[in-house]
C-alpha cells in the first residue's frame, strides 16, 4: 500500500506560481510512475502531468505544457509540481496519484489506470 498526500495548494493571483508537492509513504515509491489531476467544480477529473519512477520521463497534458513542470527527488519519497503563469482556469482541486508499470509504460492518462490517490490540495487562482 501507498499513502499519498499533497500540500502546497493556495490562492495566486493570474500569473503567479506555485509549487506542489505529493509525499508517499508506504511501500518504496520508486518503483511507481506518479501523476498529477485535476478537478474543477462540476467538471470530470482531468489528467495534468506524469513522470516515470526513474524520473527521466514525463508527460504533459496540452494546456500546462511549458507553464507546469514535474519532477521527483532521488532517494525522496516526494513528486512535485511547479506551477507558474497560473491562470484561472488552472484553478481546481490538484491530486496526486501513483501506478506501478513495467518496462517503459510510464504514460497513462486515465483515473481508472491509477490505483492510488491522495486527498487532493486546493489551488485557486484569481483574475
Known amino acids: 500500500q501507498v499513502q499519498l498526500v499533497e500540500s502546497g495548494g493556495g490562492l495566486v493571483q493570474a500569473g503567479g506560481s506555485l509549487r506542489l508537492s505529493c509525499a508517499a509513504s508506504g511501500r518504496p515509491f520508486g518503483s511507481y510512475a506518479v501523476a498529477w489531476f485535476h478537478q474543477a467544480p462540476g467538471k470530470e477529473r482531468e489528467f495534468v502531468t506524469v513522470?516515470?519512477?526513474?524520473?527521466?520521463?514525463?508527460a504533459y497534458a496540452d494546456s500546462v505544457k511549458g507553464r507546469f513542470t514535474i519532477s521527483r527527488e532521488s532517494g525522496k519519497n516526494t513528486v512535485y509540481l511547479q506551477m507558474n503563469s497560473l491562470k484561472p482556469e488552472d484553478t481546481a482541486v490538484y491530486y496526486c496519484a501513483a501506478r506501478t508499470y513495467y518496462g517503459r509504460n510510464y504514460y497513462a492518462s486515465l483515473v481508472e489506470e491509477y490505483r492510488y490517490w491522495g486527498q487532493g490540495t486546493q489551488v485557486t487562482v484569481s483574475s
Open positions: 513522470i516515470s519512477w526513474t524520473g527521466d520521463s514525463t
